[in-house]
């Protein structure tokens, strides 16, 4: 036992003393040049202005909806009402997945492409979407009669202030999507539209208003989409 130790010693003392030697240079030596990113990350820290940085997104925030993109849908010349197929042809299969008595799931096809679909055959909207200038005064006007005495209508701006619109009204406005536009075939302001009756039933009713703006031909508008 005694051997062993006396080994496991001498051996210990070698090393310690092999790695306290100095070995010399075997190859050239190169200085650290790069830059501490810790370093660096807090003095490029230190030289930002964050408090102009806060207020210029407090700024942008108080303002967003003032910025908002126009579009400049004009307005309609007189009352007329359009219809629209919203039918569409998939162009690729409608999937979902069932469960089998395995328990595996398994991908079924619920509609192959090729097939044409109505969303009015499946689903029809209670609410009407009414899209309208919110930078014309005489629009804005009629819309505010309108929501008032009807609540189903849904006002959408194509223009102006959202915000400021949805506290003259007293109900959320909200600002048009460039995709509804055409989705929904919105070519003049005010236009209000919804699912239309009778042999009209698959198709989007699109009454547009020419002025002067009344009450009546909301009336006669509504009696399309009921």
């Known amino acids: 036992m005694f051997k062993y130790i ?11 003393q092999v790695m306290g030697a100095n070995l010399g240079v075997k190859g050239r030596i190169y200085s ?18 964050w408090e102009a940085i806060h207020k210029g997104l407090e700024d942008q925030g108080k303002h967003y909806a003032e910025n908002l993109p126009a579009f400049e849908v004009p307005p309609a010349s007189e009352n007329r ?3 629209y197929d919203l039918s569409i042809t998939l162009t690729q299969d409608i999937v979902y997945l069932e469960q089998g008595e395995d328990g595996h799931y398994r991908e079924k096809v619920l509609a192959p492409a090729g097939t044409t679909m109505n969303p009015f055959e499946h689903v029809r909207p209670i609410t009407r979407r009414l899209y309208f200038d919110g930078r014309s005064e005489a629009q804005v006007r009629f819309v505010q009669s309108m929501v008032e005495t009807n609540p189903l209508v849904t006002p959408i701006a194509t223009a102006g202030n959202p915000q ?21 075939n919105i070519t003049h ?27 009546e031909t909301l009336d006669q508008a509504l009696k399309e989409m009921p």
């Open 189 to 215: 302001t005010p236009s209000l539209i919804g699912p239309g009756a009778g042999a009209h039933a698959t198709e989007l009713a699109i009454y547009e208003f020419g002025v002067p703006y009344t009450l």
């Open 164 to 184: 400021k619109l949805t506290e003259l009204f007293g109900v959320p406005v909200s600002y048009a999507k460039e995709w509804e536009l055409g989705r929904f």
């Open 6 to 16: 006396l080994i496991g010693g001498v051996s210990l003392l070698v090393c310690s």
């Open 32 to 49: 650290i040049d790069e830059v501490d990113m810790r370093l660096a990350l807090t003095a490029s820290a230190s030289q930002v202005d």
């Open 81 to 83: 009402i359009r219809w």
